[in-house]
């Protein structure tokens, strides 16, 4: 049995956990915070059997989309002025873990 924790963003997380869903996953959904722009996403746990693994990823990439956002950088000028540059980074897409599951249990 193994365990994938997804990380996707708010954006997709209700496509992603609605079809994997109905393609029968169990699929339990945390509201997490990114560490780059400390912005809102979900972690998804899929608990499933090692030869679905590939289904779940495929069916989470499928859903997953990146997109580009422009975030403010800082620049310095001369005489120790600061301002904020915006800058364009890839934000989206889905960071996916896989771990075997020595024991599971439903109590």
């Known amino acids: 049995m193994k365990l994938i924790l997804a990380i996707v963003s708010n954006d997709d997380s209700a496509g992603v956990s609605s079809a994997l869903t109905k393609q029968r996953f169990s699929v339990t ?8 722009l400390m912005s809102g996403n979900t972690t998804l746990l899929v608990g499933t059997e090692d030869e679905k693994v590939d289904t779940a990823i495929s069916i989470i990439s499928e859903n997953s989309r990146k997109r580009t956002k422009m975030v403010p950088s800082t620049a310095s000028f001369s005489a120790g002025m600061y301002a904020g540059m915006p800058v364009e980074v890839a934000v989206g897409g889905a960071t996916i873990f896989v771990m075997n599951v020595e024991r599971f249990e439903k109590v």
Do not use: I
């Not at 959904?29 to 780059?36: E, V």
């Open 29 to 36: 959904r945390l509201a997490t915070t990114g560490g780059f």
